[in-house]
């Protein structure tokens, strides 16, 4: 444990409470991480800035501490006002993390990638939460990035890196993409596969190695643009449902694409 623990500055707490703003995140270039899970991640990852807790005992167990991880991250002490003002979690354990935002990578970088690879997009993802469980299972699946339209919520969100369970810290995140960028992509050699509940059932389709599953809005599905350049695919259902969440349906067939 660090033994840097002394009492949060009237600075950092007017930054910490400040990263609620999208616009401030970007403009500080810092995001505010909740959840063990998500924190140790943060800090396996190499972008943990500092730690703030109620007690220094609520850091007992956790991973970083263990492995010594966090001898050279700071940790502030703050009473419990903190914690019921910049998190929305119900049952909390008084402890959050400050984090860098990983640096901005350009399409290009995608566009140099020669093997195998499959890419999330994420077009209209409005829940925050689905965005991080998206990239949640992207992440443990081996997904190679995320692609992020406009109208998604901010990945980089306190809830959606909480449902990424840190999973936003090790996929390079492209933010802000538009017909251009796919289109760049599909000559690439990408192939744009679209999850829609009237497509061809998953199980009949051969995927190509290099892929990208794109997943739309919770209730208004996927931006018209974008039929003009994938084919369609579903999870086909068994029972009297007739379709699947965001969540659910990506992930299976993320699965089916990189199983």
């Not at 350009?106 to 993802?125: E, H, N, R």
């Not at 409005?126 to 919520?153: C, E, F, H, Y």
Request: charged share 20%; net charge negative.
């Amino acid at each position: 444990m660090s033994d840097n623990f002394t009492p949060l500055s009237r600075e950092r707490l007017r930054i910490i409470r400040s990263l609620a703003s999208r616009k401030i995140r970007r403009r500080k270039g810092l995001c505010l991480v909740e959840g063990q899970r998500a924190i140790e991640e943060s800090a396996k990852s190499g972008y943990l800035e500092y730690l703030v807790a109620e007690d220094p005992t609520v850091l007992a167990g956790m991973e970083i501490v263990q492995a010594g991880a966090a001898a050279q991250i700071p940790v502030f002490s703050a009473d419990s006002a903190l914690f019921e003002d910049a998190s929305d979690v119900v049952h909390h354990r008084n402890l959050l993390g400050v984090a860098k935002l990983p640096a901005d990578p350009g399409i290009s970088q995608l566009l140099k990638i020669d093997g195998p690879a499959v890419l999330l997009f994420l077009d209209g993802v409005q829940d925050p939460g689905n965005v991080g469980a998206l990239i949640r299972t992207a992440w443990a699946l081996g997904g190679m990035g995320i692609l992020v339209g406009k109208g998604s919520a901010d990945p980089f969100g306190p809830k959606a890196i909480r449902a990424s369970a840190g999973g936003i810290f090790h996929l390079p995140v492209f933010k802000e993409i538009v017909r251009e960028d796919l289109m760049l992509l599909a000559e690439a050699g990408f192939c744009v596969y679209l999850a829609d509940a009237r497509g061809r059932p998953f199980d009949e389709v051969t995927f190509n190695s290099r892929s990208i599953l794109a997943v739309g809005n919770e209730g208004c599905g996927l931006s018209p643009w974008i039929g003009e350049l994938g084919m369609p695919v579903s999870v086909p259902l068994r029972g009297e449902a007739d379709s699947l969440n965001a969540v659910v349906a990506g992930s299976i067939l993320l699965w089916a694409m990189l199983s």
